[in-house]
């Protein structure tokens, strides 16, 4: 019957037999983290933490806002360049409307004969015609003296 007994405690467990005179077994103490407590001290910020992150998020806001205002003036000098564009259009083609009317009106003719028969002027010769340099500029000359006479030749 020993026999048995041994048997069965064998096949109830694969532990080796333990004596009344084992040590007894000893708790360690296991140091195990507290899931909410982690998570409080995960979230704890500082004083000086928290007053840098204020402060980046005041300065990101300031730029962006800076940044808008900056692209909003862009846009209303873009259109206002638009519209300073147009107007210029406008008076370029309505002034040269007005020079066509004006030379259209203009008869060559009888502008020429007013001026031989009324006027008695003649076309100038070779002799009469002066003329001065302006330094090779294309501007116009002013005359603040009396233009001297040319010497015959």
């Excluded at 004083?47 to 992150?53: A, E, V």
């Excluded at 147009?86 to 309505?94: G, I, R, T, V």
């Excluded at 066509?100 to 004969?113: F, H, P, Q, S, T």
């Excluded at 003329?131 to 010497?151: E, F, K, L």
Aim: glycine share 6%.
């Amino acid at each position: 019957m020993e026999r048995r007994e041994n048997m069965a405690q064998y096949v109830r467990g694969n532990a080796a037999r333990q004596f009344n005179n084992a040590p007894a077994y000893e708790r360690r103490r296991v140091h195990v983290h507290d899931p909410l407590h982690q998570h409080k001290r995960r979230h704890h910020m500082s004083l000086g933490y928290l007053i840098f992150l204020s402060l980046a998020m005041v300065l990101m806001v300031g730029t962006l806002a800076w940044y808008i205002s900056l692209q909003s003036h862009v846009t209303n000098s873009i259109k206002n360049i638009a519209a300073l564009e147009s107007q210029l259009n406008n008076l370029k083609q309505d002034n040269d409307e007005a020079y066509n009317r004006a030379n259209g009106n203009v008869d060559l003719e009888e502008v020429k004969r007013k001026a031989i028969q009324e006027y008695g002027m003649t076309y100038a010769t070779d002799g009469q015609i002066v003329t001065y340099s302006d330094g090779g500029g294309n501007d116009y000359v002013r005359q603040i003296a009396p233009i001297p006479q040319a010497d015959s030749k």
